[in-house]
Nanobody
């Protein structure tokens, strides 16, 4: 059984920073590509960023977060991170991490087999 647990969310002012963490247990973490998604109130869940399992190759939603958010992973700690800088009110959402054992580094939610419960990020103006 694979479990993903997000942490690090909270309330921050516009322009501030947060670092989200996602701890993975149950299987070999390094064999997964990992993704971050978010869901704002009244909207569908959307792709934020993904990182491949071995090379650390990253993919971002270019329009909304490129240049402000950074995804990284620490295989020794079985943890993936999302560093979020220059936060904007429109970044307010529940943020989810997800794991894909087939290393597709996909933007599509259906590619991910395992999901965390989410962590709330609220950015005030």
């Amino acid at each position: 059984q694979v479990q993903l647990v997000e942490s690090g969310g909270g309330l921050v002012q516009a322009g501030g920073s947060l670092r989200l963490s996602c701890a993975v247990s149950g299987r070999t973490f390094s064999s997964y590509s990992m993704g971050w998604f978010r869901q704002a109130p009244g909207k569908e869940r959307e792709f934020v960023a993904a990182i491949s399992r071995w090379s650390g190759l990253t993919t971002y939603d270019r329009d909304s977060v490129k240049g402000r958010f950074t995804i990284s992973k620490d295989n020794a700690k079985n943890t993936v991170y999302l560093q979020m800088n220059s936060l904007k009110p429109e970044d307010t959402a529940v943020y989810y991490c997800a794991a894909d054992p087939r290393n597709r580094q996909s933007r599509l939610q259906d590619a991910y087999d395992y999901w965390g419960q989410g962590t709330q990020v609220t950015v005030s103006s």
